[in-house]
């Protein structure tokens, strides 16, 4: 078993930034692929962003350039940099770690809100 738990979301104003952090514990030396999703109210979930063992990262097209994916082993701890934020960010943004079994464990998942 894989615990995710994740921090870092909160209310951010237009153009700003945000750091999310993704903390892992457990069966983690098996995990070979890592990522964050997004769900926005009544629409589909997305992927963001993601990376692998070998450090191999994707991006959806909409956060290219403004979203950074990384990982520091060391504290089993995933990241997702967020700049130029835009309203159109506003989601429930999960982390996920896939093991080699093809097994996926999920975070409960952290709000990135913007002033209504």
């Known amino acids: 078993q894989v615990q995710l738990v994740e921090s870092g979301g909160g209310l951010v104003q237009a153009g700003g930034s945000l750091r999310l952090s993704c903390a892992a514990s457990?069966?983690?030396?098996?995990?070979?692929?890592m990522g964050w999703y997004r769900q926005a109210p009544g629409k589909q979930r997305e992927l963001v962003a993601g990376?692998?063992?070998?450090?191999?990262?994707n991006y959806a097209d909409s956060v290219k350039g403004r979203f950074t994916i990384s990982r520091d082993n060391a504290k089993n701890t995933l990241y997702l940099q967020m700049m130029s934020l835009k309203s159109g960010d506003t989601a429930d943004y999960c982390c996920?770690?896939?093991?080699?079994?093809?097994?996926?464990?999920w975070g409960k998942g952290t709000l990135v809100t913007f002033p209504s």
């Open positions: 457990g069966s983690i030396r098996s995990i070979n692929r």
């Open positions: 990376v692998t063992s070998g450090g191999r990262t």
């Open positions: 996920i770690f896939i093991n080699v079994y093809g097994i996926y464990y």
